[in-house]
Nanobody, 126 residues
Framework: QVQLVESGGGLVQAGGSLRLSCAVSGRILSSLAMGWLRQAPGKEREFVAAIDWSSSITYYSDSVKGRFTISRDNAKNTVYLQMNSLKPEDTAVYYC???????????????????WGQGTQVTVSS
């Protein structure tokens, strides 16, 4: 079983930056592809970014491409989401998640993620 704990959310003005962290335990992070997803009020949960176990492959949604960067530090069992040039429409609860498969390509469909953190709130003011 894998446990995920997000941190780093908060209130930021439009144009600002935040870095989210996801601490992973219960499984060896180095074998897992990881993802970040978000859910805005009144909207469905959506894919944001994903990274494979070796950091060789990353995927981003069109809405964050060029502004957000996903990365990982396997030695620290932590995955990050660097968010720059934040917009009010980025306001959401951000979740760290994984499908739990070893040495697999990252997934992007929300339904494919099986293990989730509790989420961290990001609020971008205009």
């Amino acid at each position: 079983q894998v446990q995920l704990v997000e941190s780093g959310g908060g209130l930021v003005q439009a144009g600002g930056s935040l870095r989210l962290s996801c601490a992973v335990s219960g499984r060896i992070l180095s074998s897992l592809a990881m993802g970040w997803l978000r859910q805005a009020p009144g909207k469905e949960r959506e894919f944001v970014a994903a990274i494979d176990w070796s950091s060789s492959i990353t995927y981003y949604s069109d809405s964050v491409k060029g502004r957000f960067t996903i990365s990982r530090d396997n030695a620290k069992n932590t995955v990050y989401l660097q968010m720059n040039s934040l917009k009010p429409e980025d306001t959401a609860v951000y979740y760290c998640a994984t499908d739990g498969r070893n040495y697999a390509l990252p997934v992007q469909r929300v339904s494919q993620f099986l293990y989730w953190g509790q989420g961290t709130q990001v609020t971008v003011s205009s």
